[in-house]
């Protein structure tokens, strides 16, 4: 009799381990199914938060900026088109030369009667590669006439093109080049009429080109890199 009670105690005893360790595991169960889901929230919210733009597009916008700004520096003035940039500081040219064909020397004719007091700038003929902006290297073809001349003094055409960097410090150009060549593109022809304080002022550089000379450039963008 003693004997079978104890064997029922044993039992009790067995069932109520059996019953507190499947609680256990439940329980175990539970609290994995409530981290897995918290973390699964957190990898949605964190792709959702990368995916959204809140840090790829603070560099993207940057860049859209600058682009934007560089941008907003031009406005469209050509001969007999409106369809190309120049910068918005300068006036067009009043009587600019032909446009010709791009790759072939152009025709530069100094306009008549006095001489413009601030620059003038025209596309004669409208690019469509890279564009030239400060810092970029600039391969180029050139014919210069001036005004006390009235006629063309120097070509790149006979001989090589020409290259440099536009707005290097120090300068490698004239002023009127780093400021009247940005936002030219490649495959343009551009033409400048450049007052003395933008080009070489009161000396004279050479044969052909006065002391407090204007100048008139049309140039070719061959290359921008």
Do not use: C
């Not at 897995?36 to 990368?50: E, M, N, Q, R």
């Not at 003038?120 to 890279?130: F, R, T």
């Amino acid at each position: 009799m003693a004997t079978a009670k104890r064997e029922r105690q044993k039992a009790a005893r067995r069932q109520k381990i059996e019953q507190m360790q499947r609680e256990a595991k439940r329980r175990r169960t539970t609290r994995r199914s409530v981290i897995v889901g918290v973390v699964g929230v957190a990898v949605v919210i964190s792709a959702a938060y990368l995916f959204s733009g809140s840090s790829t597009p603070a560099t993207t916008t940057t860049a859209a900026s600058a682009t934007t700004s560089i941008a907003s520096s031009a406005t469209t003035t050509t001969a007999g088109s409106s369809a190309t940039t120049t910068p918005t500081t300068f006036a067009p040219v009043s009587s600019p030369s032909p446009a010709g064909k791009f790759g072939t020397a152009p025709t530069v004719i100094v306009p008549a009667g006095n001489p413009p007091t601030s620059m003038e700038v025209s596309n004669l003929i409208q690019g469509a590669g890279k564009p030239a902006m400060i810092g970029s290297k600039l391969t180029v073809q050139y014919v210069l006439a001036t005004y006390s001349s009235r006629k063309v003094i120097q070509s790149s055409w006979t001989r090589t093109p020409f290259t440099f960097t536009l707005g290097a410090q120090p300068p490698q150009v004239i002023p009127g080049w780093d400021k009247g060549l940005v936002g030219m593109h490649v495959g343009g022809r551009r033409e400048l009429i450049i007052p003395p304080s933008l080009g070489y002022g009161a000396q004279s550089p050479g044969p052909g080109i006065a002391a407090n000379d204007t100048l008139v450039f049309v140039v070719d963008l061959l290359k921008v890199s």
